[in-house]
C-alpha cells in the first residue's frame, strides 16, 4: 500500500472543519437514531423509515425527497447544493434491515428475541437497541447529522452534497417484495437522477476500503428416492438424499475454505459459508425426503467475475461426482453480484484516508482483510468511484443482553461513532471546497 497523498487543508479549510465539527451532536444523533430504529424496515418494506428520514433532512435545511419503487418500498435522496464548480459527493447508506423482525425469524436466528432483535427501539444511556439500530440505521443516523452539521456551519461549499439511503441493501431476495433485495435500491437510485462524482458509504469497521466482494449463491440438491422407516437399510429401492448431503456438506466446507484462500488478491479475502439445508417435511419424518437442498453463499473478489466462480464451482462439482459416483448430484447458481474496486489513487480514497490519519493521529496503514459485501460495489460498477469507511464494530460493553454471533446487528454505543462522523466531515470538506480540477475531475 502507498503512502497517502498529502493535501493540506488551507486555513479557511481547517476553520470550516472545526465549525462543521462543533455542530456534530450526539444527543441530537442518538433522537434521530431512535426514532428510526422504532420504524420497522425489513427488505422491501422500508416506505414508513425512509419518509421519515427524507423528512428530517427536509427539515434540516436540504432539499429531499422521497423516491418510491413500489407501495410498500422506497428510497431517500437529498441535496445541499454549493455555489458551483466543484464536485457532487453521495454519503450513503443502506435503510433496510436484515431480519423481519417476527416470529418467521426463530429459531434461526437464535433461542429468543433478543434486545437487539426486537423491532422496536429501546434506550439506556448512550445505547440504543433494537433491529438494524447498529448496521444500517447507525449510518443513517451519522450521515444525516454530517449533512446536519456541515448545512448549520454555513460551510461555503462550491461542490454538492448528495445524501442517499436505499431498500435493498442487505444480501437477500425476497420475492413476495418484487424480489426486493440485492443492492436494487441503490440501482434504482443511479438511474433515477443520483449522478455523483465521488461516493462514500459508510458501513462497520473503522478502514478505508477501496473495494468490497460481490457474492455467488448456489444450491446443491442431494438426490434420492422417497423412503419408509419401516424398512430396513440396504434395499435397492430405497436411496437416502440426507445421509450422502452429510458428506457433500463436509466436502463443500472444505473447498470453500480453500477457494477463499486461492482467491484472495487486494484487500479483499472472499468467504463463503453454508446458509442452510432443507428437505423433507417436520409433520412427516416417517418419509425421508428424495432431495437434500444445500445454499451457500461464496463471496467475488472484485478481479474475479461471477463465471469464473461458477466455473471453479463446476469444477468442484465434477470432482465430488467422480469421487462418489454412487451420489446423484445437482447444482444451480441462483444469485450473483459482482465485486467493486476503486483506484487507491482516486481522491475519494485519498480524501478519506487523509480524514482517517487526522483523527487517528497516525498514518494509515494496511486494513484487515474484508469479505463483506454492500452497495459499495454496485456503486463501483455503476461508476461511482466509492470510499467505505467505518467505526469500530461490534460495540463492547453492552449493559442489555443481547443475541450471540450476528445477532439483530441492532445494538449501538452512540459515542463510537462521532470519530467515523468527523473523518467523513474531513473528506466532505476535503473534496466539496475545492474545484473540480483539483479534485482529478
Known amino acids: 500500500m502507498q503512502p497517502t497523498t498529502s493535501a493540506p487543508f488551507s486555513a479557511d479549510q481547517q476553520r470550516w472543519y472545526e465549525a462543521a465539527c462543533s455542530k456534530l451532536d450526539k444527543d441530537r444523533l442518538a ?4 426514532a428510526l430504529t422504532d420504524i420497522h424496515s425489513p427488505t422491501g418494506a ?9 423528512g428530517y433532512l427536509g427539515e434540516a435545511g436540504l432539499r429531499s425527497a422521497y423516491k418510491p419503487m413500489s407501495e410498500t418500498t422506497g428510497n431517500v435522496l437529498a441535496e445541499h447544493r454549493g455555489s458551483g464548480g466543484g464536485a457532487t459527493l453521495l454519503l450513503y447508506a443502506p435503510i433496510d434491515t436484515h431480519l423481519e423482525g417476527d416470529a418467521s425469524d426463530y429459531p434461526w436466528a437464535g433461542p429468543k ?5 426486537a423491532p422496536r427501539a429501546k434506550q439506556i444511556g448512550d445505547w440504543i437497541y433494537g433491529l438494524g439500530s447498529s448496521n444500517p440505521k447507525a449510518m443513517v443516523a451519522t450521515l444525516s447529522e454530517i449533512a446536519r452539521a456541515l448545512v448549520e456551519a454555513g460551510v461555503p461549499t462550491i461542490g454538492d ?9 442487505m444480501p437477500v431476495n425476497v420475492p413476495e417484495r418484487d424480489n426486493a433485495g440485492m443492492s436494487n435500491g441503490v440501482t434504482h437510485l443511479l438511474m433515477r437522477g ?6 462514500i458509504i459508510m458501513k462497520p469497521w473503522n478502514w478505508v476500503y477501496h473495494e468490497e466482494p460481490g457474492m455467488g449463491w448456489f444450491k446443491i440438491t442431494v438426490k434420492g428416492t422417497l423412503g419408509y422407516a419401516g424398512v430396513p437399510r440396504g434395499l435397492p429401492e430405497f436411496r437416502s438424499s440426507v445421509v450422502p448431503a452429510a458428506t457433500v456438506i463436509q466436502e463443500l466446507e472444505a473447498w470453500l475454505i480453500d477457494y477463499a484462500e486461492r482467491n484472495t488478491s487486494g484487500v479483499i479475502k472472499p468467504h463463503g459459508w453454508i446458509g442452510g439445508v432443507r428437505g423433507g417435511w417436520p409433520n412427516r419424518p416417517t418419509f425421508p425426503t428424495a432431495a437434500t437442498e444445500i445454499f451457500f453463499d461464496v463471496r467475488i473478489n472484485p478481479r474475479t467475475t461471477p463465471a469464473n466462480v461458477k466455473a471453479q464451482f463446476a469444477s468442484f462439482m465434477a470432482d465430488l461426482a467422480r469421487r462418489h459416483p454412487s451420489m446423484e448430484l445437482e447444482w444451480e447458481m441462483y ?11 482516486n481522491w475519494i480514497i485519498q480524501s478519506a484516508r487523509r480524514g482517517w490519519e487526522t483523527l487517528e493521529g497516525k498514518p494509515y496503514t494496511t486494513p484487515d482483510l474484508l469479505g463483506g459485501q454492500t452497495d459499495g460495489a454496485m456503486l463501483r460498477r455503476l461508476g461511482v468511484p466509492t470510499a467505505r469507511i467505518g467505526w469500530p464494530w461490534p460495540a463492547t460493553g453492552s449493559p442489555e443482553p443481547v443475541a450471540e454471533g450476528l445477532g439483530g446487528m441492532g445494538a449501538t454505543y452512540v459515542p463510537d461513532l462521532m ?14 471546497t475545492r474545484p473540480r480540477e483539483e479534485l482529478g475531475l
Open 113 to 117: 428475541m433478543f434486545a437487539d432483535l
Open 46 to 54: 422500508t416506505r414508513g423509515a425512509a419518509e421519515y428520514v427524507a
Open 161 to 169: 452534497l448528495n445524501v442517499g439511503f436505499a431498500d435493498g441493501g
Open 31 to 34: 433522537r434521530m437514531l431512535f
Open 419 to 432: 470519530p467515523c462522523a468527523k473523518k467523513i466531515m474531513y473528506a466532505v470538506i476535503d473534496t466539496l
Open 335 to 345: 444469485g450473483s453480484t459482482p465485486g467493486g474496486t476503486t483506484d487507491e489513487a
Open 194 to 199: 443520483m449522478a455523483p462524482d465521488f461516493a
